[in-house]
C-alpha cells in the first residue's frame, strides 16, 4: 500500500482532515476550559476581597467619629497599621494574630482615605502610589513591577452617618496571573503536540482501515490481469490460425476446414470464458436474480451422473451415484444455476482422476440442509491449494489445467453459485489419493 499514490494521497488527506477537525475541536475545548479557569479565579479573587472588606466595613463603621480621623480603637483593632505621614517597617510579626490576618498577608494591603483621595493610613505593601483618583466598587491596578492588583474601593460612613472617607482592600493578582501564564503555556504547547499525535493516530487509523480496500483494490487489478491474460490466448491462437492461412495460396479443402475448426474451438472457448466472466461479476454485484423454485436435488444428481456418463465411458473411470435418503431432497434455487455447481465439480473429479479411478457423488441429509459429495480417487490437492483453487483463474497446474480446457474459473463460480444459495462449498484432500469436494445448501421448509 505504500507504494500506491492513489492510496498514500487519500491516507495522507485522511489523516490530515482528522488532525485539522480534532485540532479544532481541541482548541474550541482549550479556549472554554481556559475561559472556564480564569472565571472560577477570578471569581475567587473577587469574592474573598469583598468578604474582608465587608467584614471590616461592617466593624470599622461603628468606631469612626470624625471624618478623615482613624480613631484609636481602629488603630488597635488594625495592628500594624501605619499612618501615612509615618514611615512604616514591614509589619510581618503581626501576620495571623488578627483575626483579619489576611490583609496582612504578603500581596495584600489596606488602605484609608480621604474622600478627596488622600491616603491616611496603609496597613500591607500599596504597590502604586501615584493612583490618586479614587472610585467606589472594583477597580485593577498596575504596580511599577507590572504586577496586576484587584482592589475595591468601599466609602465609609462616621456613626451619624455623614462621610469619613474610603476604605480600599487589594490583593495581587501575581498568582493568577502566573496560573493562567502556565495555562496559556500548556495549551500553547500540548496543542501542537496533540494534533501532531492525532495526525500520527490518523494516519495509522487511515491505513488499518484502507488495508481491506486495498487487498480488494490489488484482488481486481489482479483478476483484470489475470482475465486479460486468458482473453488474449483464445484471440492470439485465432490470428495467428488466420494469418497463417492467408499466407497460403491456394488453401485445400482440408485446410480450410482445419482453420475453420481452430477458429470455432478458440471461438468457443473465449464465449465460454465471457460467459463465466460475466456470470462472476453479475453475482458479484447480485444483479443475477436467483430464479427461485423447488429443486429436487435427487433428480438433479441422478440426470447429472447419466449425462456425464459419456465422458466416464472415454476415460474408464467408474462414475456413481448414491441416494442416501428416502425422500427426495428440495432446495430453493436455480435449477441451472444448481446444476452447473454439481456438473463443475463432477467435471473437475473426472478430470483429474486417473483412468481406473472412481468418481461417486453421494446425496444425503443433515439436519436442515443437504449434502451433496463428490468423491474421487484422483491426484488429489496439496494443502497449501485448497484454500487457493477457489480463487479466480487459480489452476494447481496451469499447463495441465489448460490442456483440459479449464480456465481456472470452475471452482470460483461453483463456490459462488453455493453461496448465492445460502450455502457453501468445502474441500477435503490427500495428494494422490483422492479428494471430496462437499456443498451444503439449505433445505426448503
Ligand atoms: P479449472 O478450470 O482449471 O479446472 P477450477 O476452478 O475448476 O479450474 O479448478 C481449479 C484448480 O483446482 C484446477 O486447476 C485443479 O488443479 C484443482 N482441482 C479442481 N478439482 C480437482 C479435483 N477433483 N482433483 C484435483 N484437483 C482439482
Redo the contacts with the bound molecule.
Keep these: 500500500m505504500h507504494q500506491n499514490k492513489l492510496f498514500n494521497q487519500t491516507r495522507g488527506r485522511l489523516a490530515g482532515w482528522y488532525a485539522g477537525v480534532m485540532g479544532v475541536i481541541l482548541s474550541l475545548s482549550g479556549l472554554v476550559t481556559y475561559q472556564m479557569v480564569a472565571y472560577s479565579h477570578w471569581h475567587a479573587v473577587e469574592q474573598e476581597l469583598e468578604s474582608v472588606s465587608g467584614t471590616l466595613h461592617d466593624n470599622l463603621e461603628s468606631k469612626l467619629r470624625q471624618p478623615g480621623k482613624l480613631e484609636p480603637s481602629v488603630e488597635a483593632a488594625l495592628p500594624g497599621l501605619c499612618a501615612a505621614n509615618q514611615s512604616c517597617i514591614s509589619q510581618s510579626d503581626n501576620a495571623g494574630r488578627h483575626i483579619l490576618g489576611i490583609v496582612q498577608q504578603n500581596g495584600y494591603y489596606l488602605r484609608f482615605l480621604e474622600q478627596s483621595g488622600q491616603a491616611i493610613a496603609l496597613l500591607g505593601q500599596y504597590p502604586n502610589e501615584a493612583s490618586a483618583d479614587i472610585q467606589e466598587g472594583w477597580q485593577t491596578v498596575k504596580g511599577s513591577d507590572g504586577t496586576r492588583y484587584q482592589q475595591i474601593s468601599l466609602l465609609l460612613k462616621t456613626a451619624d452617618g455623614t462621610s469619613w472617607g474610603y476604605m480600599q482592600v487589594g490583593r495581587s493578582l501575581k498568582e493568577y496571573d502566573d496560573h493562567l501564564t502556565t495555562l496559556r503555556w500548556l495549551f500553547l504547547i500540548g496543542l501542537p503536540a496533540g494534533i501532531v499525535l492525532v495526525g500520527g493516530t490518523g494516519w495509522w487509523l487511515a491505513g488499518m482501515s484502507m488495508r481491506p480496500i486495498y487487498q480488494s483494490y490489488e484482488r481486481m487489478q489482479q483478476f483484470t490481469a489475470d482475465a486479460a491474460h486468458e482473453l488474449r490466448t483464445p484471440v492470439a491462437a485465432i490470428r495467428a490460425t488466420v494469418e497463417a492461412a492467408q499466407d497460403i495460396h491456394p488453401l485445400s479443402e482440408a485446410e480450410v476446414q482445419d482453420t475453420l475448426a481452430v477458429v470455432a474451438r478458440q471461438n468457443k472457448r473465449l464465449a465460454q470464458l465471457v460467459q463465466d466472466l460475466l456470470l462472476l461479476s453479475r453475482m458479484d454485484q447480485q444483479t443475477h436474480p436467483i430464479k427461485h423454485s423447488a429443486c429436487c436435488l435427487n433428480d438433479l444428481v441422478v440426470d447429472l451422473v447419466e449425462e456425464l456418463f459419456v465422458l466416464e465411458i472415454a476415460k474408464a473411470i467408474k462414475l456413481t451415484h448414491q441416494i442416501r435418503v428416502n425422500e427426495p431432497l428440495f432446495v430453493m434455487g436455480d435449477e441451472a444455476q444448481l446444476s452447473r455447481l454439481i456438473s463443475?465439480l463432477i467435471t473437475?473429479?473426472l478430470?483429474?482422476?486417473p483412468d481406473g479411478g472412481k468418481v461417486t457423488v453421494i446425496l444425503e441429509r443433515d439436519d436442515h440442509h443437504a449434502l451433496i459429495h463428490v468423491q474421487?480417487t484422483?491426484?488429489?490437492?496439496a494443502p497449501a491449494?485448497q484454500t487457493r483453487?477457489f480463487d479466480r483463474f487459480?489452476?494447481?497446474?496451469?499447463d495441465?489445467?489448460r490442456h483440459?480446457g479449464?480456465?481456472?474459473?470452475?471452482?470460483?463460480i461453483a463456490r459462488a453459485i453455493a453461496r448465492s444459495h445460502q450455502g457453501d462449498l468445502k474441500v477435503q484432500?490427500r495428494v494422490n489419493e483422492g479428494?471430496t469436494?462437499i456443498v451444503r445448501l439449505p433445505l426448503k421448509d
Design positions: 463443475n473437475n473429479a478430470q483429474y482422476t474421487d484422483g491426484i488429489g490437492i491449494n483453487i487459480y489452476r494447481v497446474n496451469s495441465r489445467s483440459t479449464g480456465s481456472g474459473l470452475g471452482l470460483a484432500s479428494s469436494f
